[in-house]
């Protein structure tokens, strides 16, 4: 807060000096006569010089001036407020927040994708256990992360007091009825861009955009560092992406499959999908489907209880290339497949090892692909 300085008088002080001119007066001493009868004569009388005084020229004292400082005028009392915190999500609706978010809640599993790669722990997740993967991004700790179901009420979620509630694409209608809680933002899943676009946007609403950064930086190291030892013709393996129950259903999950295509990784022998009612570019294909497009690598995108590679008993799923010859990837990450950078990479590397195994001896981690300082 400015405060108004006083101002100070300066007064000069002038001394009225008088010149004093003293009067001398000459005496003329009477001569000496003899002691006797002699008169004494007296000598003659000096005439005193007129008594005269001069007077110094009277100095005129100069006038009392008082000088006075510039009164100091102080700057407006003024209050700082940081700025507001605006961005466009990927439903194309405006978030503004007036400060970061601190308090988080993930309405969907993808969400910890996100949270994790920027170091942030949720107050809430959406699912935990096998299905939401939460323990793959913060190990033994995501039991300390409370777990909402599908049909959380607004008031359990308001008990979490969030600053801010995340969620995906397509959960316009979940968004409506919680948004009276704290502003939700939809993270478009579409493809990498759009991953990075959301990236960027919560790392602003939450004062993390350092980590976003380096988050992304980080990611498109990992993949060109992928991409080096890619066989020549790699873009031409045909790939088949999807997750199932006890017994194979096909799906694709397109955005996983641009990015194999855009890697020069390989081609998904699913033509691209619309989005789906859930928000993603996933559709159902039939079996009869899967002997004339006879993938060469499958990628499953698995969880506990679903159909793996050592249980699908579909024969058309005996008959593909990818099974006689083992081409064959279980991605553990149901519920958040391919829906987040890290996702990517993890099932990217899972798929390079499938396709590729002598070059790419690991099958897929994602503690490889984690902040180092998480």
Request: charged letters at 20%; a negative charge; aromatic letters at 8%.
């Amino acid at each position: 807060m400015a405060h108004r300085t006083s101002p100070l008088t300066h007064r000069t002080k002038l001394a009225l000096s008088v010149g004093l001119v003293v009067v001398m007066a000459a005496l003329a001493a009477c001569g000496g006569g003899s002691d006797t009868d002699t008169a004494a004569e007296a000598a003659p009388t000096t005439t005193a010089a007129p008594a005269t005084t001069t007077e110094a020229p009277a100095t005129t004292a100069a006038p009392a001036t008082t000088t006075e400082a510039p009164a100091t005028t102080a700057a407006p009392a003024t209050t700082t407020e940081a700025p507001l915190l605006t961005v466009t999500d990927g439903s194309g609706r405006e978030i503004t927040l007036d400060h970061p978010a601190e308090r988080i809640v993930c309405l969907e599993d993808n969400c910890t994708d996100l949270t994790s790669d920027l170091g942030i722990v949720p107050v809430a997740q959406h699912r935990g256990g096998a299905w939401g993967t939460a323990a793959a991004y913060y190990g033994t700790a995501a039991a300390d992360i409370p777990v909402i179901g599908d049909r959380t009420s607004v008031e359990e979620l308001a008990a979490f007091e969030p600053d801010l509630i995340i969620a995906r694409v397509g959960q316009e209608e979940v968004r409506d009825a919680v948004e009276m809680v704290a502003p939700v933002y939809l993270v478009d899943i579409g493809g990498v861009q759009t991953l990075k676009e959301g990236w960027m946007d919560i790392g602003l609403l939450t004062g993390r955009q350092a980590e976003a950064e380096e988050a992304i930086h980080r990611f498109e190291h990992n993949v060109e560092h992928l991409a080096e030892d890619l066989p020549a013709d790699a873009v031409d393996t045909r790939v088949a992406v999807g997750f199932g129950d006890t017994n194979w259903m096909i799906w694709d999950s397109s955005s996983f499959c641009k990015f194999l295509h855009d890697e020069g990784a390989g081609t998904c022998v699913f033509p691209a999908q619309p989005e789906s009612e859930y928000g993603s570019p996933d559709s159902e294909f039939a079996w009869e489907f899967i002997v004339e497009a006879d993938p060469e690598v499958w990628v499953m995108i698995t969880w506990e209880g679903s159909a793996r590679a050592d249980s699908v008993t579909e024969p058309v799923w005996l008959e593909t290339t990818a099974h006689q010859q083992g081409r064959i990837c279980n991605e553990d990450s149901a519920g958040s497949f391919g829906h987040g950078l890290l996702m990517l990479q993890w099932a990217y590397q899972c798929y390079l090892n499938a396709g590729w195994p002598s070059i790419y001896d690991h099958p897929g981690d994602l503690s490889v692909w984690l902040p180092e300082d998480h």
